[in-house]
């Protein structure tokens, strides 16, 4: 088994080796295929984590932020009201 995946390795290697004297298209080929997955590795772990670990924090000062967005949120009501303000009409001006 071990001679088996050291056999794959070594011919991996060779091909890397033959294709990257062939020239740059080819090595510029190779590193973009090669750090492809691993991006997608990082990326996938780091969403992972983000909502794993971003959702449960139990320290006092996240309470404390999560608490003043939430009375934030409640003062800063955007909607429209159902009984709107009238408009002074003495207020506006027309300018001639």
């Excluded at 709107?84 to 207020?91: C, D, K, L, R, V």
Aim: with cysteine; hydrophobic share 40%; glycine share 4%.
């Amino acid at each position: 088994m071990l001679e088996q995946v050291s056999l794959f390795v070594h011919s991996m290697w060779e091909l890397l080796v033959s294709k990257h004297s062939e020239g740059l298209y080819n090595s510029v080929c190779l590193a973009v295929l090669l750090v492809l997955p691993l991006l997608l590795l990082l990326l996938s772990v780091c969403l992972c984590c983000q909502g794993c670990c971003g959702r449960t924090c139990c320290c006092s000062s996240c309470r404390r932020q999560q608490h003043n967005r939430a009375r934030r949120k409640k003062h800063d009501d955007l909607w429209i009201s159902s009984q709107p303000q009238p408009i002074m009409m003495e207020s506006l001006t027309l300018s001639v």
